[in-house]
């Protein structure tokens, strides 16, 4: 019976800082109404949202030490479990500050002591995650210390076996990515049209454009849209979800995507067709523009959004 585990690899986290504030004034002293934070980043984001949908999850993390009970504790919090590699040197933190109908997003890099070490402690879990897991995630953006070489070497040991390599990357990581034949890749429209070279606007172009990739070894594209939906392009189908009426203002749409790609992964793991998978992807894509933050949502809400979710062929 194939492996139901999703091995997330989280190597550039961030400490998310939500702050709530009326209005932006530069140059002015401000109060922010409410605020909060909590580990974040694409990775973490997506093995929150699968873990909750009571998939088989874990995720590898890598920052510094100060860190390690935090992530473990929120990461348990959502049945997700963490391999903790420490790195000494500085986190890495994201602030998001909310005005009501707008966000604005504020990231640091993060200054840590990547070492020959920790490459081999990373290439480890990867390898023994292509032999065990169905499925093996890279997620968001990679410190920059990794470089090109070892990020090839990582590529190389996570499609050498049996899981399915996920990527929701971008720039040269996607790009060289795409070489190792993943079994699924999660672009947005910005970072698809610098892939692909060109923007595509119409449903049937994008089909053509992600199938290009796939004749030269990508397995299929999830094509994130945003407020237009999004595009599922696979050797079995070719599926349009479009937005869903929920019947709620949208809060905040920062981890939708993120929470797309946890609930399609989670669904496929769990033995579901496509299109069906699909439905749950963007049910909880939906669920997590309700409120402030990145995949805090919860899966009664998730759940409640899968009868409403249209998914047509593309014809």
Known sequence: MPSRDIV?????????VALNLERVELGQVLRARSWFQYPG????????????LEGRVRAVTMAPPSW????????SRYGVGNRFIPVEGEGRTCVVINEGSRETVINT???????????????????RAARRARFVVFAGSLPPALGMRRYKELMRIASSASAGLALDQTGKWLSVGCGFRPWIIKPNLREFSALVGSRPSAPRQMVSAARALMA??????????????????????RWFAPPVRTGFPPVSAIGSGDALLGGFLRSVAEGM?????????????TANLARPGACLMTAPEV?????RVEVRDVR
Do not use: I
């Not at 980043?41 to 909750?52: F, V």
């Open 8 to 16: 997330y690899f989280s190597l550039h986290p961030t400490r998310d």
């Open 41 to 52: 980043g694409k990775g973490l984001n997506a093995a929150r949202t699968a873990g909750m």
């Open 68 to 75: 390690r009970a935090e992530v473990r504790g929120f990461l």
């Open 109 to 127: 890099d993060l200054k840590m002591q990547f070492t020959a070490r920790h490459y081999r402690l990373v290439a480890r879990e990867v390898w």
């Open 216 to 237: 030269n070894g990508v397995g299929r594209v999830l094509l994130s849209l945003g407020s237009r939906g999004c595009l599922l392009v696979s050797p079995s189908g």
């Open 273 to 285: 067709a496509e299109p069906e998978a699909l439905k749950w992807g963007v049910a909880a894509a």
């Open 303 to 307: 759940k409640a959004l899968v009868p």
